[in-house]
Nanobody, 125 residues
Framework: QVQLVESGGGSVQAGGSLRLSCAVS????????MAWFRQAPGKEREGVAS????????YYIESVKGRFTVSQDNAKKMVYLQMNSLKPEDTAMYYC??????????????????WGQGTQVTVSS
């Protein structure tokens, strides 16, 4: 059974950094789509970044380009989201998600069959 477990959330001041980790169990990552989503109170869940394989070019939404970096280590079964220059508007619950064996990658949440429980990120001004 595939399971995703996030960690690394917390509270930081604006301009600070956090590194989120997602541990994957029950599956060996290969050419699969892994992504990070976030959901702020009262807002819809939005895709933040995705990566198809460790050597592919990640995709980012405009608001996090240049500040966030997504990466994965298939040997360790880990996916990461390095977040720098955090802003109050980055405050949200962050979720790791997996779209396995799809042959492609996207930030369409409907395509992702596996989700973690989420980790809270709070950025104060």
């Amino acid at each position: 059974q595939v399971q995703l477990v996030e960690s690394g959330g917390g509270s930081v001041q604006a301009g600070g950094s956090l590194r989120l980790s997602c541990a994957v169990s029950g599956y060996t990552l290969s050419d699969d789509c892994m992504a990070w989503f976030r959901q702020a109170p009262g807002k819809e869940r939005e895709g933040v970044a995705s990566i198809y394989s460790p050597n592919s070019a990640p995709y980012y939404i405009e608001s996090v380009k240049g500040r966030f970096t997504v990466s994965q280590d298939n040997a360790k079964k880990m996916v990461y989201l390095q977040m720098n220059s955090l802003k109050p508007e980055d405050t949200a619950m962050y979720y790791c998600a997996a779209f396995l064996r799809g042959g492609r990658c996207s930030l369409n949440s409907a395509a992702f069959g596996y989700w973690g429980q989420g980790t809270q990120v709070t950025v104060s001004s």
